[in-house]
T-cell receptor, first 112, second 113 residues
């Protein structure tokens, strides 16, 4: 079946550090890939997405590139801020379906 | 765009008590609806989805049930809660602006003692 694997957290960084959160997936077919973010005490918000191979999703300084050859969708940001502290979820959705398969989430803690 | 309401926002219930969580959606008609659970230390897991009134698909065997009595209403229930039912419950529907995305409600945090 489909699955998403994320790096274990928490990830602890200082402000302005470079961020990478790894995500790899297993899927039959051609999934769409997503990063969702959950800020403390809130629900999930879509951060960015990519719907086909080599697409790059970007938003709020975050980027992720859909790599079919390595089945990966790693999240990156060049300079994190304290306000980026949250839990980040990688997810996939099979083409034509709307059910999401999530990774376990990675907590990011950014200190001043 | 759509809005999802969930209530209650937080709930503390004893083991063995019943449960009813409600989700209502505005700004869209006949949406697919989803219940997810985020348990402590675990990721989000799809529990149920519904493609229309009275139609429920269960993704995992469990102590919970779901119902869809109206087009934009989705209810999660249990007759007797277990400790393992504790978690953060999220209702979702397809984003009206981008069909392959899901839009999430604010969630209900359930603690079973």
């Amino acid at each position: 079946g489909n699955s998403v694997t994320q790096m274990e957290g928490p990830v602890t960084l200082s402000e302005e550090a470079f961020l990478t959160i790894n995500c790899t997936y297993t899927a039959t077919g051609y999934p769409s890939l997503f990063w969702y973010v959950q800020y403390p005490g809130e629900g999930l918000q879509l951060l960015l997405k990519a719907t086909k191979a080599d697409d790059k999703g970007s938003n709020k300084g975050f980027e992720a590139t859909y790599r079919k050859e390595t089945t990966s969708f790693h999240l990156e940001k060049g300079s994190v801020q304290v306000s980026d502290s949250a839990v980040y979820f990688c997810a996939l959705s099979e083409s034509g379906f709307q059910k999401l398969v999530f990774g376990t989430g990675t907590r990011l803690l950014v200190s001043p | 765009s759509q809005t999802i309401h969930q209530w209650p926002a937080t709930l503390v219930q004893p083991v063995g008590s019943p449960l009813s969580l409600e989700c209502t959606v505005e700004g869209t008609s006949n949406p697919n609806l989803y219940w997810y659970r985020q348990a402590a230390g675990r990721g989000l897991q799809l529990l149920f989805y519904s493609v229309g009134i009275g139609q429920i698909s269960s993704e995992v065997p469990q102590n919970l049930s779901a119902s869809r009595p109206q087009d934009r209403q989705f209810i999660l229930s249990s007759k007797k809660l277990l400790l393992s039912d504790s978690g953060f419950y999220l209702c979702a529907c397809p984003d009206t602006d981008s069909y392959n995305e899901q839009f999430f409600g604010p969630g209900t945090r359930l603690t079973v003692l």
